[in-house]
């Protein structure tokens, strides 16, 4: 089934309707009465009710928020990248968002995550049943919004992405062409989703709690190959004129070295329309040419 058989639009809230937010807004908006969410309403997509409300202001959230929603899609970035910025974020507007809701009864509440709640450095598989043992204070609070809705009472499933990229997220395509990326070898491996994947993604878990199909409490979202560095910049070097590397060209990855399993999202009928780097940059690089 498909969000078009429902007898009744459903109600759809995104809160966090920025880059990332707003596309699944946008795409869901097609076959669902959608609301977006951000501090500035006059960038909601066209299709999508505009709400405008600082998830650090519980009066100005409850003010605004709709009722008898099914699906709400929890999906921020940091406004500033401290630790602070991180738990606002991830943490303090998840739970300011969670009282507004009181008991209205969703029938799935998704929050937005990051596998930067991994911190393997070995080269090792993670999925999602693999320890979470963030270094860093923004792994850190990543988990503990993930924490937070899982314990909110509603059904909730957590959807971690790997590195997204893109059209709109072409900054380190950039930096390989610039000769701003020279990785030494062998590089720690990467893990990657394209943009559209990202959004058909959670799209794809909406739908299924929508059609009353069972989810798991949690998703890792990543392409079907997860690959070296240097590999993926030599393969880019091959497929575009670059700029010879800088001196200050950056040496390695920043995420430590694994190899995310999509298994179990494609196991739940999930497919890419980009299953490797390959296929995604190797668009990105035609429209530039």
Known sequence: MTITEHKQAPRILVAGCGK??????????????????????????????????DLM??????????????????????????????????????????????????KRLIFISSSSVYSQN??????ETSPTEPARFSG??????????????????????????????????????????????PAPFSNRIHEADAVAAACHLVNRALDDEPLEQCYLASDCEPVRLDDVVAWVREQTPCAPPQPDARKGGRAGSKRCSNKRLLESGFRFRYPDFRAGYRELIARQK
């Open 122 to 127: 070995d080269d090792s598989w993670v999925d």
């Open 140 to 185: 850190q609070m990543v988990l503990e919004g993930e924490q937070t809705a899982l314990d909110s009472g509603k059904p909730a499933t957590v959807l971690r992405f790997s590195g997204i990229y893109g059209p709109t997220r072409q900054q380190f395509l950039e930096a390989v062409v610039n000769g701003r990326m020279d990785p030494e070898s």
């Open 20 to 53: 990332l937010g707003g596309a699944m807004a946008e795409t869901l908006s097609r076959h669902a009465e959608v609301f977006g969410l951000r501090r500035n309403p006059d960038h909601i997509p066209p299709g999508v009710h505009p709400l405008g409300a």
């Open 57 to 106: 202001d519980p009066e100005q959230v409850q003010s605004v928020l709709p009722d008898n929603l099914d699906i709400v899609i929890y999906c921020l970035t940091p406004s500033s990248y401290d630790e602070e910025g991180h738990r606002n974020a991830y943490v303090r507007g998840l739970e300011n968002l969670l009282a507004a809701l009181g008991d209205q009864a969703l």
